[in-house]
């Protein structure tokens, strides 16, 4: 398919791709499994509207409120999902590692559906919709941590950003959709009537039954499955996603490249334990995989996948993301559902710019050029922002329509794009990538964690910080952008065009995150010239020396296995 065919020529790994690899089936089930983001995207678009229309405070008692009770109504209301998300990462991991991902994700849609059930039924009780929404928390804090994932292990790493970025656009596309219906049915709908409120919470029917039957005609990831011991399985799911003979050597390769990661993970695991343990072999999945965990490299890569999901909620984006209605009444935004309108625009430019960097932009420039470049513009925007609304008052009573009012409207939807392709995207890219395959769902649970905490903090704290601090919310957030630009240049490698098996060559190298990469490209070069396969497609040893002149060792060329210093 040209969409995907298009990288094959960007495979410079020592196994590339064969060009049947990228193809619609491959497309098709990335977007399958991205439906379960629509869940998350649509929630996040339509709550902070929904509970502004008047037949929803009407009816569960926020027109009678106001100050600091009403931020603390709203507060609980939002942020009770986060809560959800949040426990729903810790059982997923269990749920996930045991059952594997499509089961995982099929059961947690119907929790979904059970959780929407709660909300409609509520009938003006506040307490079934903090319910509802905690139900519906868990799905979709579920799927985040195994959606992503599930695109990267199937992915060539030439389309691996494609594809697991295809989670966000899936996500915005939903997203945006929840702002359309917030609009739709306060113009259409009376004020008076409950539909107003029943029909964009019942339209979360919609994104459950949507994962149910796409992820029903799915396979299993291989990798899961080789892992489960089903060798057989995964070859016939690779046949069918890969379009390619039995045995192939590409298929052939996927499957032994796995297999000597498990067993070389599992030697190692086991050397651990006998050191700790004495003769006696502690069979305790959690004690092993933090034992792997705490090694200095794994280390790191867990400190960037938890960094990057704190950095990407200080951006501020989900403080415009929740309460952007309270947000452009602020810089000057209102009157007659003006207010609404101007969210559904941000919300076009926030998905549109998503898509495009996803499709166009995440392969070819990489993770961290996008993130440097949408840090230091967003901040620009953020601080005009805070700027605007000190010296306008904006927060404190109606402001005139004049310049500095539509540059801060501006400065909104800029922000938007720019957050679009950098810290929108690249988050759960990077996190989906970097770690080992045999402890790669417990340290993803955690980044995830990290994701729905940060989520819960922001969302639960920002009506607050409208109420109190006013325009210094925005100072607040064009701050941490500025610090997230030292971060990413020194820490962050580039990930793009590199295999899952060899991300352990990228951060076994010590050093800034340049220099990290530029080591790694010559480890790597270095094995696809030594690279021997025979007519099989097994995957013979070569001799590799080390990059600083060291010693040479024998290691496996599909293998993670890291290339020590010396």
């Given at each position: 398919?040209?969409?995907?065919?298009?990288?094959?020529?960007?495979?410079?790994?020592?196994?590339?791709?064969?060009?049947?690899?990228?193809?619609?089936?491959?497309?098709?089930?990335?977007?399958?499994?991205?439906?379960?983001?629509?869940?998350?995207?649509?929630?996040?678009?339509?709550?902070?509207?929904?509970?502004?229309?008047?037949?929803?405070?009407?009816r569960y008692g926020l027109d009678s409120v106001t100050g600091t009770q009403l931020a603390a109504l709203k507060a609980n209301i939002v942020s009770t999902f986060q809560a959800g998300c949040f426990f729903g990462a810790i059982i997923a991991y269990s749920v996930n590692?045991?059952?594997?991902?499509?089961?995982?994700?099929?059961?947690?849609?119907?929790?979904?559906?059970?959780?929407?059930?709660?909300?409609?039924?509520?009938?003006?009780?506040?307490?079934?919709?903090?319910?509802?929404?905690?139900?519906?928390?868990?799905?979709?804090?579920?799927?985040?941590?195994?959606?992503?994932?599930?695109?990267?292990?199937?992915?060539?790493?030439?389309?691996?950003?494609?594809?697991?970025?295809?989670?966000?656009?899936?996500?915005?596309?939903?997203?945006?959709?929840?702002?359309?219906?917030?609009?739709?049915?306060?113009?259409?709908?009376?004020?008076?009537?409950?539909?107003?409120?029943?029909?964009?919470?019942?339209?979360?029917?919609?994104?459950?039954?949507?994962?149910?039957?796409?992820?029903?005609?799915?396979?299993?990831?291989?990798?899961?499955?080789?892992?489960?011991?089903?060798?057989?399985?995964?070859?016939?799911?690779?046949?069918?996603?890969?379009?390619?003979?039995?045995?192939?050597?590409?298929?052939?390769?996927?499957?032994?490249?796995?297999?000597?990661?498990?067993?070389?993970?599992?030697?190692?695991?086991?050397?651990?334990?006998?050191?700790?343990?004495?003769?006696?072999?502690?069979?305790?999945?959690?004690?092993?995989?933090?034992?792997?965990?705490?090694?200095?490299?794994?280390?790191?890569?867990?400190?960037?996948?938890?960094?990057?999901?704190?950095?990407?909620?200080?951006?501020?984006?989900?403080?415009?993301?929740?309460?952007?209605?309270?947000?452009?009444?602020?810089?000057?935004?209102?009157?007659?559902?003006?207010?609404?309108?101007?969210?559904?625009?941000?919300?076009?430019?926030?998905?549109?710019?998503?898509?495009?960097?996803?499709?166009?932009?995440?392969?070819?420039?990489?993770?961290?050029?996008?993130?440097?470049?949408?840090?230091?513009?967003?901040?620009?925007?953020?601080?005009?922002?805070?700027?605007?609304?000190?010296?306008?008052?904006?927060?404190?009573?109606?402001?005139?329509?004049?310049?500095?009012?539509?540059?801060?409207?501006?400065?909104?939807?800029?922000?938007?794009?720019?957050?679009?392709?950098?810290?929108?995207?690249?988050?759960?890219?990077?996190?989906?990538?970097?770690?080992?395959?045999?402890?790669?769902?417990?340290?993803?649970?955690?980044?995830?964690?990290?994701?729905?905490?940060?989520?819960?903090?922001?969302?639960?704290?920002?009506?607050?910080?409208?109420?109190?601090?006013?325009?210094?919310?925005?100072?607040?957030?064009?701050?941490?952008?500025?610090?997230?630009?030292?971060?990413?240049?020194?820490?962050?490698?580039?990930?793009?065009?590199?295999?899952?098996?060899n991300m352990d060559v990228l951060f076994s190298i010590r050093g800034t995150a340049l220099k990290k990469r530029k080591k790694a490209d010559e480890i790597i070069a270095m094995r696809k010239q030594e690279v021997i396969m025979d007519e099989s497609g097994k995957v013979?040893?070569?001799?590799?020396?080390?990059?600083?002149?060291?010693?040479?060792?024998?290691?496996?060329?599909?293998?993670?296995?890291?290339?020590?210093?010396?």
């Amino acid at each position: 398919m040209w969409l995907l065919s298009k990288f094959a020529h960007k495979d410079d790994s020592a196994h590339p791709a064969p060009i049947e690899t990228y193809n619609s089936r491959l497309l098709l089930l990335a977007l399958a499994a991205s439906t379960g983001s629509a869940m998350y995207g649509y929630d996040t678009g339509f709550i902070g509207g929904a509970i502004s229309l008047p037949s929803f405070t009407a009816r569960y008692g926020l027109d009678s409120v106001t100050g600091t009770q009403l931020a603390a109504l709203k507060a609980n209301i939002v942020s009770t999902f986060q809560a959800g998300c949040f426990f729903g990462a810790i059982i997923a991991y269990s749920v996930n590692e045991k059952f594997g991902r499509r089961k995982t994700m099929l059961a947690f849609a119907i929790v979904f559906v059970i959780g929407v059930t709660f909300q409609i039924a509520s009938s003006g009780k506040i307490g079934l919709i903090y319910a509802g929404r905690a139900i519906t928390g868990l799905s979709v804090g579920t799927m985040s941590m195994i959606v992503p994932v599930y695109n990267a292990e199937w992915s060539p790493p030439a389309v691996r950003g494609l594809t697991v970025g295809l989670y966000e656009c899936v996500y915005q596309t939903s997203s945006l959709l929840a702002f359309w219906v917030n609009y739709a049915v306060k113009i259409h709908q009376p004020d008076t009537s409950e539909r107003q409120w029943q029909i964009p919470f019942a339209l979360q029917y919609i994104f459950g039954g949507a994962v149910i039957l796409c992820m029903w005609f799915q396979p299993e990831s291989y990798r899961w499955l080789i892992k489960a011991g089903r060798v057989d399985d995964a070859r016939d799911a690779l046949v069918r996603i890969r379009k390619l003979p039995a045995e192939h050597p590409y298929i052939n390769y996927e499957i032994q490249s796995v297999l000597i990661q498990l067993n070389e993970e599992a030697q190692i695991a086991k050397k651990d334990v006998l050191r700790e343990t004495g003769n006696f072999i502690q069979r305790n999945e959690i004690y092993i995989k933090l034992k792997e965990v705490t090694k200095s490299g794994m280390r790191y890569r867990l400190f960037v996948g938890v960094s990057v999901m704190v950095w990407q909620n200080l951006s501020g984006i989900n403080a415009l993301n929740y309460y952007s209605p309270t947000i452009f009444k602020s810089i000057g935004v209102s009157g007659n559902n003006v207010d609404l309108l101007a969210t559904g625009i941000f919300g076009v430019a926030k998905t549109v710019t998503n898509i495009i960097a996803v499709l166009f932009m995440v392969d070819y420039f990489g993770r961290r050029g996008p993130l440097l470049f949408g840090s230091s513009l967003t901040f620009v925007f953020m601080m005009y922002l805070g700027i605007y609304s000190q010296l306008s008052g904006s927060f404190d009573h109606v402001v005139e329509k004049d310049g500095g009012s539509r540059a801060a409207l501006a400065c909104v939807y800029m922000f938007a794009v720019f957050y679009a392709f950098s810290w929108n995207c690249m988050p759960f890219i990077v996190c989906s990538e970097i770690f080992p395959m045999a402890i790669r769902n417990f340290c993803m649970t955690i980044c995830v964690m990290a994701q729905w905490l940060m989520q819960f903090v922001i969302v639960y704290s920002n009506p607050y910080m409208m109420t109190n601090i006013k325009y210094g919310s925005f100072y607040f957030f064009g701050a941490c952008l500025l610090l997230s630009v030292p971060f990413v240049y020194f820490i962050i490698p580039e990930t793009r065009g590199i295999s899952l098996e060899n991300m352990d060559v990228l951060f076994s190298i010590r050093g800034t995150a340049l220099k990290k990469r530029k080591k790694a490209d010559e480890i790597i070069a270095m094995r696809k010239q030594e690279v021997i396969m025979d007519e099989s497609g097994k995957v013979a040893v070569a001799e590799v020396e080390d990059v600083d002149g060291g010693s040479i060792e024998k290691v496996p060329t599909s293998s993670t296995r890291s290339i020590q210093e010396v």
